[in-house]
């Protein structure tokens, strides 16, 4: 018999939805996949597509239990507050709530 994975559920705030993901989905595609636009104006079109270059894809995790930032993170959001969290860079381990630009 086939294991069904892990579905979670992640809450967008700002834009009144919830999605499914699969456990260990990484958070900006899930977004994408889903139509959540994740980036601000005009890095909508100039943004790093995940490289974890840009901190475009930032998000505030108001909900929910996440990995520790990794080494990018830590190195782009320096004194941003624990929260915030750059989504390419973010799988998905737990039901969250998120909000979009912070
Ligand atoms: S998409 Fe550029 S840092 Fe995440």
């Known amino acids: 018999m ?5 579905m979670l559920k992640i809450s967008f705030e700002k834009e009144n939805r919830t999605i499914e993901v ?3 989905e ?3 595609e899930a977004a994408i996949r889903n139509k959540l ?3 601000p104006h ?3 079109i100039l943004n790093c597509r995940g490289r974890g270059l840009c901190t475009a894809c930032t ?3 108001l909900q929910g239990t996440l990995e520790p930032r990794n080494e990018t993170e830590t190195d782009k959001l320096g004194k941003k507050p624990d929260d915030f969290r750059m989504a390419c860079q973010v799988s998905v381990t737990d ?3 998120v909000r979009t630009n912070p």
């Open 95 to 97: 039901n969250l709530v």
């Open 59 to 61: 998000v505030q995790v």
């Open 26 to 28: 990484n958070l900006r």
């Open 22 to 24: 699969e456990e260990g």
């Open 37 to 39: 636009s994740i980036y």
């Open 42 to 44: 005009v890095t909508k």
């Open 2 to 6: 086939k294991e069904e994975s892990t």
